[in-house]
């Protein structure tokens, strides 16, 4: 709180239009540089950051009214709207019980518009920085010599651009305007790979598990490299992120309906301690939760189990 009355308080007392532009700069790039969202992931209350996230938002949204070239506030901001529809708006909603049904339909729509507007935000960026990117992602060859160019630094806006039109598509995958675009996303996917295959640890690991189990074979799916990148993900994060086997047990275990296998590793999810990794404690704390979810509602992913009594 502090640090955002300071920045007010210097873009009231700024007038000139200069001088304003440099503080907007500076302040914008404090807010945006490496280990910015530390405030967030290193957080232990789940409520506290999803409370928080609205603000920060429309924050950045602001800053970025007043600053709109800059690239590091259309990537964080982007990343947030992308971050805060997965973890408290589509998460909470696929939670909800059968019979709150409408309640389930209506988060599900607001997370795919929130996916969207992420995703509008983190392609400016790459506009801005790659005249032409929008109109070449529609020509696959073309696309590809742009995306043979982009750098290392580019990698975060390529993987919250990817997870922001995925997620959209898995909302709603009668949306065929979306689907088109999965080509596309998946070479953006694979070049960010190409250029840092540890980002975040092992968050591009943990997506491929999804990625290759969640599409069909003419798309790209391939249960053994979902399988192959699970692996990695555990090498890379020492068996210590919830979320990769969160991952695995709800795309590969349920998919070949084995119960022992999904439990083990949702079993494995919940033995992590959470502040083994203080960087990623947020994001283990919210897999764990998912993960207890499963396991009380087996039933609704294994036809063999019995259904509650009190269902």
Known sequence: MKKLLIIFAVLVILSSCSIQKLALNAVSDMLTGEGSSDVFTGDSDPQLVGDALPFAIKFYESLLSANPDHQG???????LFVMYANAFVQGPAEMLPNSEWRA????MARAKSLYLRGLNLLYDSLELKYSGFKQAASNSETFQRYLN????EDVSALYWSVAG???????????????????E???MILRAYELNPDFNGAALDEFFVIFYSALPEM???DLEKAKYYFQLALEKTGGRSASAYVSYAQSICV????????RDNLEKALAINPDDDPSTRLVNIMAQRKAR??????????SFLPIPEDY
Do not use: C, H
């Not at 039109?165 to 080509?183: H, N, T, W, Y």
């Open 219 to 221: 798309l790209g799916g």
């Open 104 to 107: 389930r339909e209506e988060g």
């Open 185 to 187: 996303w998946t070479a």
């Open 73 to 79: 506030l259309m990537i964080t901001t982007g990343s």
């Open 149 to 152: 160019n982009l750098k290392r």
């Open 293 to 302: 979810w499963m396991l009380e509602n087996a039933w609704s992913f294994f």
């Open 255 to 262: 998919t070949a309906q084995d119960y022992d296998a999904f």
């Open 165 to 183: 039109g995925l997620s959209a598509f898995s909302i709603d995958v009668l949306d065929f305007e979306l689907s088109e675009r999965i080509p």
